[in-house]
Nanobody, 124 residues
Framework: QVQLVESGGGLVQAGGSLRLSCAASARTFSVYSMGWFRQAPGKEREFVAA????????TYADSVKGRFTISRDNAKNTLYLQMNSLKPEDTAVYYC?????????????????WGQGTQVTVSS
């Protein structure tokens, strides 16, 4: 069982930055691929970014490529999402998730464990 707790959300103006964190309880955090997803009101949950376990290979949604950076610190059992140049359309609840797969996957249904989410609101 893996418990995930997100933090770092908040209200920011367009063009600003936020850094999300996700603390994981797993003793073997490094073997999990990790992902960030988001869900806006009335919309489906969508993929944002993912990072594999040991080799930290990353993949991004086109909508955030060049603005967001996913990273992980396996010594601290923590996942991060640095979000720059934020836009109002980035407003959503952001979730981190853990996947037993070796590769970073983009489908939310593939992930095994989820955090409770953190709200990000970008004002125009």
């Amino acid at each position: 069982q893996v418990q995930l707790v997100e933090s770092g959300g908040g209200l920011v103006q367009a063009g600003g930055s936020l850094r999300l964190s996700c603390a994981a309880s797993a003793r073997t955090f490094s073997v999990y691929s990790m992902g960030w997803f988001r869900q806006a009101p009335g919309k489906e949950r969508e993929f944002v970014a993912a990072i594999s376990g040991s080799f930290a290979r990353t993949t991004y949604a086109d909508s955030v490529k060049g603005r967001f950076t996913i990273s992980r610190d396996n010594a601290k059992n923590t996942l991060y999402l640095q979000m720059n140049s934020l836009k109002p359309e980035d407003t959503a609840v952001y979730y981190c998730a853990a996947d037993r797969a070796l590769i970073a996957r983009t489908a939310w249904s593939e992930y095994d464990y989820w955090g409770q989410g953190t709200q990000v609101t970008v004002s125009s």
